[in-house]
C-alpha cells in the first residue's frame, strides 16, 4: 500500500523498500541475526584472518599423571588427543597422531560425567535433599550465562531438588574441601586436584572492581547477573548446609563456606557442557573439559552426547558412578596434524563474555562476535501507554525488555520495529495494537497521525547510541592507551610452556612470533589475555579499556548508519511529495 496523499490523523501503514525485514514473532524472541548489510553500514569490518593454530610437541612429558591414570580406571577409553601446556590458554587437548576429518577425538562416559542427579546423590548432604520437594525443572537453573542451543530434548530432565548448578556446585565445594583437608576418600578426588584454584570468572574479581571496570558498558549487566545468580545459589544452600552441618551431616573438616560456594561457581561457569542431545542436561566432563576456546572452531567441532557411542552401562563400584550407555563425544571436523591442539567453540561470545565467564579476553577486533547489547524496554514509569505496549508486545511474543546485539556489521533483526514501539504515542488505546501488528507482522512502519515512525525509531536509536558513549568513565583516547599498554605488557611476556613446533614434517604452518612494538589498531597483531594475565588487575583494566574502545566504536556506527538512514527516509518522503503534485 502506498502512503496515503493527505495524512489524518491515525495509523497508515506505509510500503518502504528500504526498511529491515518482517519480524516473525518467533525469530523475534531471538533477535540474533542481522540484516540490512549492505544498506546501512558502508565499509567493511570483516573479521581478520584466524591465524594457524601452533604445533606443540607430541612427545613432551605427560601433565597430570595421576589425573590420567585415574580417567583410565575409571573406564575412560583410549584417546587419541594428549594433554599438553598450551601457552596462555594454559593446558588444552592436542592431537597425539595425524588424525583423518571424522574421527572420534574423545568420548567420556556417562560414568565420568558429574551430572546435577549426581551430585545430589553423592553430596554429604543427600539425606537432606531427597527430602525436598522437587523442582519444577532441571534447567530453571540460577544458570548466569547459558550458550544456546536449538537441538530439541530428546527426554524430559529428572526432577531435581535444587537448580542444577545449585547441585553440582554443592558437591564441588565438598570435595575442595575434603581435599584441602587430605580426605581423599571421594572418586572424583583426582578430578578435583586438577581444576583450578582460580577459575578467573568475574567471581574471582574483587567486589567493587567489576563496578568500577565495567562502568558505561553492557557487561557490567552481565557481571551483576553472574554475582546475582551465584549469591542467589548461595542463600538457597546456606540453610540446608546449616541443618546438615546441626545433623552432623558435614563432616567437621568440610568448611562448605561461600568463598568454597563462589569458587565452585567459577568451576562451574567455565568448564561446564550443555548437551543438546540429553535433554540440554548440564554436566562437569572430565578430560573433555580441557579443551580450549577457539572462535574458528564453530563450524563443526561440537561436543554433544551420542546415544549410539560407548561401549554400554558399566559399574565402577558405587551405585551411583553405573554408567548408561551412550557417551559424550567430540568428532573431527577437519585433518589435524600430530601436535595440533583440538579446540571447541565456547559460543558465539563477544570478547567481554569470554572475560567474566571464562576469564579470558580474545583481543575485541579480532573476534566477530563483538557486540554492544543494547537493552531496550518500555519505560514503565514515564510512558502513560506502558501497559498497552507491554501487552501489545506479548501479543506477538516479545517482551516488555529485550537486549539487541548491536554489531560493525549491521543493526539485529527486529530492532527498528521495536523501537517504533517504544517510541511511538498512540492516542487510541487500540492503535497501539494496530501498530504492533504492523510493525511485527506486517513488517512496515506506518505513519501516525501523521508522524514517520520509522523516523521515530531511527532517532531512538541515534540518541541511545549518543547516551551510551556518555556513560563511559574515560575518553577513547584513554582506553585506547590502557589497551596499548596491555599489548607490550603481555607480548613482552614469554608464555608459559612449550609452543615451539616439532621437528617433524607438518601440515599447518607456525604461528607468527608476536612482537614487542605490535600495533594495537591491527587485529592480527593483539594477543589474547589469558586466565593467568588477567588475574592481574592491571591487565584486566586494559582488556576492559580494549573492549569499551570497540563498543565504542559500535555505537558509533550505528549513531552514523541510523542518520544516514534518517536522512534516506526524508529524502524519499520529499521525493514522494513532489511526485503527488
Ligand atoms: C574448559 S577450560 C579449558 C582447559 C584449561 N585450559 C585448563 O588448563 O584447565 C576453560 C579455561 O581454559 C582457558 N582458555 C580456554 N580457551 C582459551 C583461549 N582461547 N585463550 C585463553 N585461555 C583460554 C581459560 O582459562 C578458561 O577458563
Known amino acids: 500500500m502506498n502512503r496515503p496523499a493527505t495524512v489524518r490523523r491515525g495509523l497508515h501503514p506505509t510500503a518502504r523498500p528500504f526498511t529491515s525485514s518482517p519480524l516473525p514473532p518467533k525469530r523475534a524472541a531471538r533477535c540474533h541475526a542481522l540484516l540490512g548489510l549492505d544498506k546501512l553500514f558502508k565499509g567493511s569490518s570483516a573479521a581478520p584472518q584466524p591465524q594457524p593454530p601452533p604445533l606443540l610437541d607430541p612427545d613432551a612429558p605427560e601433565l597430570e599423571p595421576e589425573f590420567q591414570s585415574w580417567l583410565r580406571r575409571e573406564g575412560l577409553p583410549t584417546q587419541p588427543l594428549l594433554l599438553r601446556q598450551c601457552g596462555r590458554e594454559g593446558r588444552g587437548l592436542v592431537a597425539a597422531r595425524p588424525l583423518p576429518r571424522g574421527e572420534t577425538l574423545l568420548q567420556v562416559p556417562d560414568s565420568l560425567l558429574i ?85 578467573g570468572t568475574v567471581l574471582d574479581w574483587p567486589a567493587k572492581e ?21 549469591a542467589a545459589s548461595w542463600q ?24 568454597d560456594l563462589d569458587w565452585a561457581f567459577g568451576v562451574l561457569l567455565s568448564r561446564c557442557i550443555r548437551l543438546p542431545g540429553r535433554a540440554d542436561m548440564q554436566v562437569l566432563a572430565p578430560w573433555a573439559d580441557l579443551l580450549n576456546h577457539d ?50 567453540s565456547y559460543g558465539p561470545k563477544s570478547s567481554g563474555e569470554l572475560l567474566l565467564s571464562y576469564g579470558f579476553c580474545p583481543p575485541p577486533a579480532a573476534n566477530p562476535h563483538q557486540d554492544y547489547k543494547l537493552k531496550l524496554a518500555v519505560d514503565q514509569r514515564n510512558d502513560p501507554l506502558a501497559e498497552l505496549k507491554v501487552q501489545a508486545l506479548a501479543r506477538h511474543g516479545l517482551p516488555p525488555e529485550l537486549e539487541f546485539p548491536l554489531k560493525l556489521e549491521g543493526l539485529p533483526e ?25 510493525l511485527f507482522e506486517g513488517g512496515s512502519f506506518p505513519l501516525l497521525d501523521g508522524e514517520d515512525t520509522l523516523v521515530l525509531a531511527l532517532r531512538g536509536l541515534s540518541g541511545r547510541c549518543a547516551a551510551a558513549i556518555k556513560e563511559y568513565p574515560t575518553s577513547l583516547e584513554v582506553d585506547q592507551a590502557l589497551a596499548a599498554g596491555a599489548v607490550a605488557a603481555v607480548t613482552n611476556r614469554p608464555p608459559r ?53 570497540r563498543e565504542r566504536q559500535i555505537l558509533q556506527r550505528t549513531q552514523a548508519a541510523a542518520a544516514g538512514q534518517l536522512a534516506e527516509v526524508k529524502r524519499a518522503a520529499r521525493e514522494a511529495r513532489a511526485r503527488r503534485r
Open 115 to 199: 551430572t546435577a542427579e549426581r551430585a545430589a546423590e553423592e553430596s554429604c548432604l543427600a539425606p537432606l535433599l531427597r527430602n525436598l520437594p522437587t523442582a519444577t525443572s532441571s534447567t530453571a537453573t540460577a544458570t548466569p550465562s547459558s550458550s544456546s542451543s536449538s537441538a530439541a530434548p530428546s527426554s524430559p530432565p529428572a526432577p531435581l531438588p535444587l537448580p542444577e548448578w545449585s547441585l553440582m556446585a554443592l558437591l564441588l565445594a565438598e570435595l575442595r574441601g575434603r581435599l584441602a583437608a587430605g580426605d581423599i576418600s571421594s572418586r572424583w578426588s583426582p578430578y578435583v586436584a586438577v581444576l583450578p584454584q582460580r577459575p
Open 210 to 230: 567489576a563496578k568500577q571496570l565495567l562502568r558505561g558498558s553492557p557487561l557490567l549487566r552481565l557481571a551483576d547477573s553472574i554475582t546475582a545468580a551465584a
Open 497 to 549: 610452556g612449550p609452543r615451539r613446533a616439532p621437528a617433524s614434517a607438518t601440515t599447518a604452518p607456525a604461528a607468527p612470533a608476536t612482537t614487542t612494538n605490535a600495533d594495537p589498531s591491527s587485529p592480527a597483531s593483539l594477543p589474547t589475555l589469558g586466565t593467568e594475565d588477567v588475574c592481574v588487575s592491571s591487565l584486566r583494566a586494559a582488556a576492559v579499556a580494549g573492549i569499551r574502545v
Open 295 to 344: 572462535v574458528a572452531a564453530e563450524a563443526g567441532c561440537h561436543l554433544d552426547w551420542d546415544e549410539g557411542a560407548g561401549a554400554g552401562p558399566r559399574g565402577s563400584g558405587s551405585g551411583s558412578g553405573a554408567g548408561r550407555g551412550g557417551a559424550l563425544v567430540l568428532r573431527a571436523d577437519r585433518q589435524y596434524a600430530a601436535g595440533q591442539q583440538v579446540y571447541v
Open 414 to 438: 527486529g530492532l527498528l520495529q521495536y523501537l517504533a514501539l517504544l517510541e511511538a504515542r498512540p492516542k487510541v488505546a487500540q492503535e497501539t495494537f494496530d501498530l504492533a501488528s504492523l
Open 236 to 259: 538457597e544452600l546456606e540453610p540446608i548446609i546449616s541443618r546438615g552441618r546441626a545433623e552432623g551431616l558435614v563432616p567437621d573438616h568440610v568448611p562448605l563456606a561461600k568463598a
